[in-house]
């Protein structure tokens, strides 16, 4: 054989390798989407699972109430309900359920369900970490608190179609709150064979998992691969395009990126931070830059000199130059944070009240004593071992330096020292972050109220408290949105915390996929997801 | 120890109400007091009733071991094979050919590969095979496909150890009386080498092995997380991350028993191969 026949035979034989079908090709073409979702969630229980990538997964197997719209997360999207009203206070509110609303083994979704689930989840003995999301429902606090018994709580059965829940007060967001998983019903005779309704562990979501949702569980095999399939039983299943999802656990955000590259996934949930700027510069289509509803913020310890004057937290606040992180560290996309509260809530804008000022910052410095940092104690600024934490704290030190003159001392400590050592209060400056769990500016707002077990700055004000509390006895939609905003300005004028950033989310997905949209709480219902073909 | 560090496998940027926290802790055990607990998880270890795990409910530390076991006995198994199939040759070749091209160029890339740790071992694989040119899947571990750049990556690790090993211990064995005696009687060096000095030389090796294998199938963290392989070592690490107590109990428990038999075994291979250190 000739030199050039051999050529020609070994391109050949390459041809074949350079047209065939990625798994992400053919996945497509049978509707199957694969999903790169960070890492193994510890539970698929709506009312045990406290993790982000679980309750993606969750939220394919289950329905509440009321859904998530397709993309808009302040409108309410009917559920297991298909109609709902509340008794012109928006203390009341009656769901009336749709009759073919079925759970996956066929039996009807009923009031009765939801009963028993909202009694599982605010039971005391299940230990819930979202029980506190129900505490808007009358009394729910003081039973899973142990205080009153689960008949005192505002649930009840009209009849088997019809729920009625009484809130402790006027809330007229209340069909955003009802979206989140924590709401969600269990199929209580499968719980009950799993060991009963108030076992911490039990595993009926690893053996038989029986949902209402617009899928079923297919395959669950730990650190390896979740699959769901289209769930025929499902009330709106003429909607689903899917055949499956399968969620793949990869932990290494390098390894889940390459897996996109080499057509094994069609979503990347988190990419490797260095390489957004480039995606972002050389125009990346797969690339997702949306705004998130979350906050990246300091918090300082106001129980602690000099950080208990309101000028030193304020100069230290505007010596911080929001715009060059973003623009020149995180590279994300992300906003410089003006309030503390994210855009995006229907009805509501924060007070933009946070400004870099650098000449400010010096005058409030020497107003509280410090003239050019003389004699400003040495603080130490706090943060979880990361390399986007350390460059943003290396950068605010710098930042401190040069405006303000004084010297602080950044130290990393591994997650869950971290955790400790700031709620312990045993910190000066300290790192943080929160993310709303739904569209209203209370799940912001409220946890800086005095001695609410988030705050941890020790920082406390009555008339902050006041408007807070006040604003859920509150009826006019309008009104109450203002209060808070009266208590926002309170907040950051007092300024216990360093608003930084506006969080975005960065992800890559498939420019086939249709349907997808952004979102504020990162929520696409998969039902309207499909693959043009 | 595990209790002086601080954090609970609990512990989470939101807090939970106190009440809340407190049957949590009392539901996983963390309520008693310390010398209780110790007890109580050494006895459960005993009994084998193992106990339920906090940061992974609806199952118990043995349901994990049992579930990760078999993977991370299959790749450190697969990666051993590979680490002796290059590495033992590689050696022999190095020793046999003493000073020229057949033993400086294995023995740099040798050295190199003793250098590089597998995080860095690992990407460039998957970059090369996996990405450039599409050979294997870039992680998982589905069908045999899935298998090949783990076990690469975590066999070429040990390669490298086991080459140099028996370089070492071949070149001491074939200067030994009984090699001259072998080349004496008109053996040729092929036989020489495999016949008589092999079974010596490698000993180095096989005591190396025992650790060896409780390590790759133990130590293969790493392995397991560039490659998204559900194996137990991610389970180890992350049960300390977690500080996750019963998790941690079982799986050093685990280990320990893994090692005592792993360096057994090797034992009686070495006294099977030696007959030096046989007592009669």
Do not use: C
């Given at each position: 054989m000739k030199l050039a026949q051999i050529f020609a035979l070994g391109a050949l034989a390459i041809i074949p390798c350079l047209l065939a079908n990625t798994p992400a090709d053919e996945a497509a073409q049978q509707q199957i989407l694969l999903f790169g979702n960070s890492s193994e969630p510890p539970s698929l229980d709506p009312h045990i699972n406290a993790s982000v990538n679980g309750s993606r997964i969750i939220n394919c197997l289950m329905e509440g109430l009321i859904s998530y719209h397709r993309d808009n997360d302040n409108i309410p999207e009917p559920g297991v309900a298909e109609t709902w009203e509340h008794?012109?206070?928006?203390r009341v509110w009656t769901f009336h359920f749709r009759d073919?609303?079925?759970?996956?083994?066929?039996d009807p979704v009923t009031a009765n369900d939801f009963v028993y689930s909202y009694n599982r989840i605010l039971n005391?003995?299940?230990?819930?970490?979202?029980?506190?999301?129900?505490?808007?429902?009358?009394n729910a606090q003081a039973y899973n608190e142990s205080?009153?018994?689960?008949?005192?709580?505002?649930i009840r059965v009209v009849d088997d179609s019809t729920l009625e829940i009484e809130l402790e007060g006027p809330t007229p967001h209340f069909p955003n709150i009802v979206k989140?998983?924590?709401?969600f019903p269990v199929h209580p005779p499968t719980i009950e064979s799993a060991?009963?309704?108030?076992?911490?562990?039990?595993n009926w979501t690893r053996e038989n998992y029986v949902g209402n949702g617009a899928f079923t569980l297919m395959e669950w095999s730990m650190n390896k691969v979740i699959i769901v399939e289209k769930n025929p039983?499902?009330?709106?299943?003429?909607?689903?395009?899917?055949?499956e999802v399968h969620f793949f656990p990869t932990e290494n955000a390098n390894t889940d990126n390459q897996r996109f590259d080499a057509g094994s996934?069609?979503?990347?949930?988190?990419?490797?931070?260095?390489?957004i700027p480039t995606y972002i510069a050389t125009g990346e289509p797969s690339l997702r830059v949306e705004p998130y509803l979350g906050t990246y913020f300091y918090r300082f310890n106001t129980r602690k000199k000099p950080l208990d004057d309101v000028s030193v937290r304020q100069a230290l606040t505007m010596a911080i130059n929001q715009r060059a992180i973003v623009r020149?560290?995180?590279?994300?996309?992300q906003f410089p944070a003006t309030g503390y509260t994210p855009p995006g809530i229907s009805g509501y804008e924060a007070p933009e009240l946070v400004k870099y000022n650098p000449r400010d910052a010096r005058n409030l410095l020497a107003e509280a004593?410090?003239?050019?940092?003389?004699?400003?104690p040495k603080l130490t600024l706090i943060y979880n071992t990361s390399e986007a934490h350390r460059d943003i704290a290396i950068a605010i030190q710098q930042m401190w330096k040069s405006i303000l003159g004084i010297d602080i001392d950044l130290r990393n400590q591994e997650w869950k020292v971290f955790l400790d050592t700031v709620q312990q209060g045993d910190y000066d400056i300290a790192r943080a972050g929160w993310i709303g769990d739904?569209?209203?500016?209370d799940t912001f707002l409220?946890?800086?109220?005095?001695?609410?077990?988030?705050?941890?700055?020790g920082w406390s004000n009555t008339e902050y408290d006041k408007l807070i509390s006040n604003s859920y006895l509150e009826a006019n939609a309008e009104k109450r949105l203002k209060m808070l905003y009266d208590a926002e300005t309170i907040l950051l004028e007092e300024m216990p915390i360093a608003p930084i950033y506006f969080y975005t989310r960065n992800y890559r997905l498939d420019?086939?996929?249709?349907g997808w949209n952004p979102k504020f709480l990162d929520?696409?219902?998969?039902?309207?997801v499909y693959f043009e073909n | 120890m595990i209790k002086a560090t601080?954090?609970?496998?609990?512990?989470?940027e939101r807090k939970v109400p106190p009440a809340v926290l407190e049957k949590q802790m009392e539901y996983y055990g963390y309520g008693d007091s310390l010398l209780n607990q110790y007890w109580n998880l050494l006895y459960r270890h005993v009994t084998i009733d193992f106990p339920p795990i906090a940061s992974v409910p609806g199952l118990t530390s043995g349901d994990i071991i049992r579930e990760h076991f078999g993977t991370s006995i299959e790749l450190g198994l697969l990666g051993m094979a590979l680490a002796l199939l290059i590495g033992i040759p590689a050696g022999v070749l190095a020793s046999w050919k003493k000073n020229s091209a057949f033993d400086y160029i294995p023995m740099s890339l040798s050295m190199t590969g003793i250098c590089l740790p597998t995080f860095v071992i690992g990407p460039i694989l998957a970059l090369v095979f996996?990405?450039?040119?599409?050979?294997?899947?870039?992680?998982?571990?589905?069908?045999?496909?899935?298998?090949i750049l783990p076990a690469l990556t975590l066999g070429l690790f040990y390669a490298a150890y086991i080459a140099r090993m028996t370089r070492g211990g071949m070149l001491e064995v074939l200067s030994l009386d009984y090699i001259r005696t072998a080349r004496a009687k008109g053996l040729s060096g092929a036989a020489v080498v495999l016949k008589h000095a092999l079974r010596g030389g490698i000993m180095p090796v096989v005591s190396f092995l025992g650790p060896a294998i409780a390590g790759v199938i133990s130590g293969s963290f790493v392995v397991e997380t560039i490659f998204q392989v559900p194996g137990l070592g991610r389970h180890f690490v992350q049960a300390a991350l977690n500080r996750d107590h019963s998790l941690i109990v079982t799986t050093v428990f685990f280990y320990a028993i893994l090692i005592i038999v792993a360096n057994i075994i090797v034992d009686i291979v070495q006294v099977y191969l030696n007959p030096k250190l046989r007592y009669d």
């Open positions: 008794d012109g206070s928006y073919n609303a079925r759970w996956s083994n066929g005391p003995e299940l230990g819930a970490r979202y029980a506190q999301l129900l505490y808007t429902i009358k205080k009153v018994p689960f008949s005192d709580v505002g989140h998983a924590s709401w060991g009963g309704m108030v076992k911490q562990d039990s039983l499902y009330w709106d299943a003429d909607t689903v395009r899917l055949k996934n069609h979503y990347v949930n988190t990419i490797p931070s260095d390489l020149r560290i995180t590279k994300g996309g004593g410090f003239p050019e940092g003389k004699g400003f739904y569209m209203y500016p409220f946890m800086w109220t005095t001695g609410n077990g988030n705050n941890e700055t420019t086939r996929v249709i929520n696409h219902p998969f039902k309207y | 601080p954090g609970s496998p609990f512990d989470d996996a990405l450039q040119l599409k050979w294997t899947p870039v992680s998982g571990w589905f069908g045999w496909e899935y298998r």
